[in-house]
């Protein structure tokens, strides 16, 4: 699994660190800390995480999580989306989706599209896509 989530870190500062799940995670869930420090999927709009779960896990179990700038990785996206494209926690089902202008403003963005399967924009199903983590 590893090597369909870390696309290439580019010599980027990224580093994978073991945690313990709070809830059940897939692998390229974009995932962030719970308030007695384990790993949850991000599930409130706008929201910024830690990084992308690198291996799935069930509650209690150790997830390991990817997390850096500049690294792409592979993470669930949905929405019309264009290459470049600056994405947030979306409300739709949680994945990453294009961010709006109020969102870039906010500073909600925290990654760039950069998967070139879908190009001038398109719609897509959740599915695992190529970002750079801002």
Do not use: H, W
């Amino acid at each position: 699994m590893a090597g369909e989530i870390i696309i290439n870190d580019g010599g980027a500062p990224a580093r994978i660190l073991p945690f313990i799940a709070n809830d059940t995670i897939a692998a390229g869930d974009y995932v962030g800390l719970t308030s007695n420090l384990q790993i949850e999927p991000i599930n409130v709009s706008g929201a910024k995480g830690l990084g992308v779960s690198l291996t799935a896990a069930t509650s209690g179990n150790v997830v390991n999580v990817v997390t850096g700038k500049g690294v792409i990785l592979s993470t669930f996206c949905s929405g019309t989306i264009a290459s470049g494209a600056e994405l947030t926690m979306g409300t739709t089902d949680m994945y990453l989706e294009a961010a709006t202008t109020v969102q870039k403003q906010k500073a909600e963005a925290v990654a760039i599209y950069v998967d070139t399967a879908l190009v001038g924009g398109a719609t897509i199903a959740p599915s695992l896509q190529k970002v750079v983590f801002n």
